[in-house]
T-cell receptor, first 109, second 113 residues
Framework: DAKTTQPTSMDCAEGRAANLPCNHSTISGNEYVYWYRQIHSQGPQYIIH???NNETNEMASLIITEDRKSSTLILPHATLRDTAVYYCIVLFSARQLTFGSGTQLTVLP | AAGVIQSPRHLIKEKRETATLKCYPI?????VYWYQQGPGQDPQFLISFYEKMQSDKGSIPDRFSAQQFSDYHSELNMSSLELGDSALYFC????????????FGPGTRLTVL
């Protein structure tokens, strides 16, 4: 499975959009991009996933570049409860999730 | 919607004791995964089961064993506990062996004294 690179930390003002980038330059054509988040000491929470096309659900939007080498998770209106570590995970055949360092998103009042 | 249930939520044990953690997957989910998260670390995959058979194995110590039962719940048995086993243990479940979204439980916090 492809390796991912994410910024260590980001801040976002409450009510503004939070844009979390992820680089996965070695991704192969059949690998998916998954996003999970972990609010302090809680179980990781599934957010969204995609293969090629942009995806949107009630929590977030996922924008994947045309070459699939990077993606951006967008939380449209961040709230204080969105403060968490966000993990970008690329996988296909491996059924287990490999959590990298993730991005600590802090939403500021 | 029903979620993954883990019990107990907190557990305190002495060194060299044994511990058993339980996981009840989301109804109709037949695949269970166990992850360990040490203090300040990211979750690490331990082991998974599909239809009561072990499907994948990660960095699970030999002192640990796990199984999945006919009702699909799973138990993680940990023996000869060490201080370094103190961690959060998460269970996740999904449907099927193919790539499918994993949904996590709230975790069990194990403290070894």
């Amino acid at each position: 499975d492809a390796k991912t690179t994410q910024p260590t930390s980001m801040d976002c003002a409450e009510g503004r959009a939070a844009n979390l980038p992820c680089n996965h330059s070695t991704i192969s054509g059949n690998e998916y991009v998954y996003w999970y988040r972990q609010i302090h000491s809680q179980g990781p929470q599934y957010i969204i996933h995609g293969l090629k096309n942009n995806e949107t659900n009630e929590m977030a939007s996922l924008i994947i570049t045309e070459d699939r080498k990077s993606s951006t998770l967008i939380l449209p209106h961040a709230t204080l409860r969105d403060t968490a570590v966000y993990y970008c995970i690329v996988l296909f055949s491996a059924r287990q999730l490999t959590f990298g360092s993730g991005t600590q998103l802090t939403v500021l009042p | 919607a029903a979620g993954v249930i883990q019990s107990p939520r907190h557990l305190i044990k002495e060194k060299r004791e044994t511990a058993t953690l339980k996981c009840y997957p989301i109804p109709r989910h037949d695949t269970v995964y166990w992850y360990q998260q040490g203090p300040g670390q990211d979750p690490q995959f331990l082991i998974s089961f599909y239809e009561k058979m072990q499907s994948d194995k990660g960095s699970i110590p030999d002192r640990f064993s796990a199984q999945q039962f006919s009702d699909y719940h799973s138990e993680l048995n940990m023996s000869s506990l060490e201080l370094g086993d103190s961690a959060l243990y998460f269970c996740a479940s999904s449907f099927g062996l193919a790539l499918d979204t994993q949904y996590f439980g709230p975790g069990t916090r194990l403290t070894v004294l």
